[in-house]
Structures are given as C-alpha cells and as structure tokens.
C-alpha cells in the first residue's frame, strides 16, 4: 500500500463516520480511484440491498395507505 492509498481509505472511512454510509457511497463519490475489487463487490452490493429496502418499505406504505382510504382499519 502506498501513503497516497492509504489517505484515500483514510478518506473512504471519515466519510462513513461522518457523512454517513448511505451519503458516503450513494452520493458522495463513486471511489473511482480505488482499484479494490471486493471493495467495489461491497460496495455496490450495499447500494443494491439499500435500493431494495427502500422499494420493499414504499411497497409497505402504499400497501397500508390503500387499506386505509378503503376503511379497513378498525378504530383501535
């Protein structure tokens, strides 16, 4: 590893902690000069599984939100 390498992971890892993960690697950079190819593997595996959880919870919503304007909840 060189030093120039290591301030990018140095780079990769504050942005975690302090943009947060999500921010970090969905909309921060793409981390093009990182030439790691199971950091890339990890990464775009957690934008894909992050992308269905987010599908998978709208789909909940609109599920309980139509159920709703049709009265199907019982005053509780």
Known sequence: MTYDELEIWQSVQYRMEEEGIDYCFEHYSHWDEIKDEEFHRLRMGFLQYMKEIREYVDKKV???????LEGGFDNE
């Not at 609109?62 to 709703?68: A, M, N, P, S």
Request: charged residues 55%.
């Open 62 to 68: 609109d599920e309980g939100e139509t159920f709703e």
